[in-house]
């Protein structure tokens, strides 16, 4: 599987910005749909947003529409999540995950299946 590394997470008020990044550590394919997931403190993980080969397509959870923007650049295999209006309830690690097949639809269904390949996450605290 892919390796992925994400980075740019941090401590911030509510109100504040964050632009989160994922690199993959070898070479991947440009048709590999890309997504963020988040995982708040005791609760499961949960699907954020995801990008189509090209970025033509998106998709996000109702939660974040409006505040959150996902985007790749396929040259340096890397995928962002930028996050303004940040809310308290945004608290998690965020994790970055990628799969050669699925839709930017059926990529969010991907949490507790074995699809796919994972980041190890990255730390969002947002304060009130």
């Known amino acids: 599987q892919v390796q992925l590394v994400e980075s740019g997470g941090g401590l911030v008020q509510a109100g504040d910005s964050l632009r989160l990044s994922c690199t993959a550590s070898?070479?991947?394919?440009?048709?590999?749909?890309m997504a963020w997931f988040r995982q708040p403190p005791g609760k499961e993980r949960e699907f954020v947003a995801a990008i189509n080969w090209n970025g033509i397509s998106t998709y996000y959870v109702d939660s974040v529409k409006g505040r959150f923007t996902i985007s790749r650049d396929n040259a340096k295999n890397t995928v962002y999540l930028q996050m303004n209006s940040l809310k308290p309830d945004d608290t998690a690690i965020y994790y970055c995950?990628?799969?050669?097949?699925?839709?930017?639809?059926?990529?969010?269904?991907?949490?507790?299946?074995?699809?796919?390949?994972w980041g190890q996450g990255t730390q969002v605290t947002v304060s009130s």
């Open positions: 070898k070479h991947t394919d440009n048709t590999y749909t």
């Open positions: 995950a990628t799969d050669p097949q699925l839709s930017v639809i059926t990529i969010a269904k991907m949490v507790g299946t074995t699809r796919g390949s």
